[in-house]
């Protein structure tokens, strides 16, 4: 049986607005990949006292390892393999790319700036730590990566080591920069997951995140996969902008991005103080 919420994950506040009703909560492939069934309604909740946006059902731990353990990625390969995924993924026109677009964007944060490492942590195949290197030849990529056929391909297709591991709170003082691609949505408390990065990354190391956007609700209709079940959290620049005010990060950059799909990311940019 999932986890049902109405106090708040982050404050524990009973008090919230319902802004989405997820429709067709039955068909939500992911759930159905490990046989879960999410009865209605299924919404997002908006706490009225931290802003925190969250689902009302999400996984139980055991639940979302079943599902992270392969199925998840499994999906997303639509009958690829993940060596064939990594072709598809970087062969799309630049124009069209919404890794490309990515790339871009951080390259332009980075510049002029002191990067010679950087670690992608939930990497996939790798493509965004090709990408990366492929703009700019004089940073050395390593990801950290659960899935062991994507980490393999990972590791090949960028010729550097790919931990096989979830990220639970190793050092990265390595690092010159920490990426986190649409990770945080999937973690049970991703401020805690921020915290970890802050007490291992080291000082004057850069921080950058991609994630959903509390935006999505007015962007994308209520049926669409980015309110289904691996996603427990949409979030807000004014939400994320308190919790790394918390920490020793300073934000350099924030804001909402569009994709060529229709959806908003959240991009965070910050440097550990």
């Given at each position: 049986?999932?986890?049902?919420?109405?106090?708040c994950?982050?404050?524990?506040?009973?008090?919230?607005?319902?802004?989405?009703?997820?429709?067709?909560?039955?068909?939500?492939?992911?759930?159905?990949?490990?046989?879960?069934?999410?009865?209605?309604?299924?919404?997002?909740?908006?706490?009225?006292?931290c802003?925190?946006?969250?689902?009302?059902q999400?996984?139980?731990a055991?639940?979302?390892?079943?599902?992270?353990?392969s199925?998840?990625?499994?999906h997303?390969?639509?009958?690829?393999?993940?060596?064939?995924?990594?072709?598809?993924?970087?062969?799309?026109?630049?124009?069209e790319?919404?890794?490309?677009?990515?790339i871009?964007?951080l390259?332009?944060?980075?510049?002029?700036?002191?990067?010679?490492?950087?670690?992608?942590?939930?990497?996939?195949?790798?493509?965004?730590?090709?990408?990366?290197?492929a703009?700019?030849?004089g940073?050395?990529?390593?990801?950290?990566?659960?899935?062991?056929?994507?980490?393999?391909?990972?590791?090949?297709?960028?010729?550097?080591?790919?931990?096989?591991?979830?990220?639970?709170?190793?050092?990265?003082?390595?690092?010159?920069?920490?990426?986190?691609?649409h990770?945080?949505?999937?973690?049970?408390?991703?401020?805690?997951?921020?915290?970890?990065?802050?007490r291992?990354?080291?000082?004057?190391?850069?921080?950058?995140?991609?994630?959903?956007?509390?935006?999505d609700i007015?962007?994308?209709?209520?049926?669409?996969?980015?309110f289904?079940?691996?996603?427990?959290?949409?979030?807000?620049?004014?939400?994320?902008?308190?919790?790394?005010a918390?920490t020793?990060?300073?934000?350099?950059?924030?804001?909402?991005?569009g994709?060529?799909?229709?959806?908003?990311?959240?991009?965070?940019?910050?440097?550990?103080?």
């Amino acid at each position: 049986m999932p986890s049902k919420f109405d106090a708040c994950p982050y404050c524990n506040s009973l008090q919230y607005e319902v802004v989405l009703e997820v429709l067709n909560p039955e068909l939500d492939t992911y759930s159905t990949l490990i046989g879960v069934t999410f009865p209605p309604p299924v919404c997002y909740y908006e706490c009225s006292s931290c802003g925190l946006t969250y689902r009302n059902q999400t996984f139980t731990a055991v639940e979302a390892s079943a599902l992270y353990q392969s199925a998840y990625r499994n999906h997303i390969l639509k009958k690829n393999t993940a060596d064939e995924y990594f072709n598809k993924v970087i062969g799309i026109p630049a124009a069209e790319s919404e890794l490309d677009a990515k790339i871009s964007h951080l390259n332009s944060l980075i510049r002029g700036k002191s990067v010679r490492t950087a670690v992608d942590i939930g990497c996939g195949v790798g493509a965004f730590m090709y990408k990366l290197h492929a703009s700019n030849p004089g940073i050395s990529v390593f990801g950290i990566e659960p899935t062991t056929d994507f980490a393999i391909v990972a590791s090949s297709r960028n010729d550097t080591e790919v931990l096989n591991k979830p990220y639970d709170g190793f050092d990265l003082s390595g690092y010159d920069l920490v990426s986190c691609i649409h990770v945080l949505e999937h973690t049970e408390q991703p401020w805690t997951f921020i915290s970890a990065l802050n007490r291992n990354m080291r000082p004057n190391a850069y921080l950058y995140i991609e994630t959903p956007s509390t935006e999505d609700i007015v962007a994308l209709p209520a049926d669409h996969d980015r309110f289904m079940s691996p996603h427990n959290y949409l979030f807000s620049k004014k939400f994320m902008q308190a919790r790394f005010a918390e920490t020793d990060f300073a934000i350099l950059d924030i804001g909402y991005a569009g994709t060529h799909r229709g959806k908003v990311d959240l991009r965070i940019f910050a440097v550990r103080k």
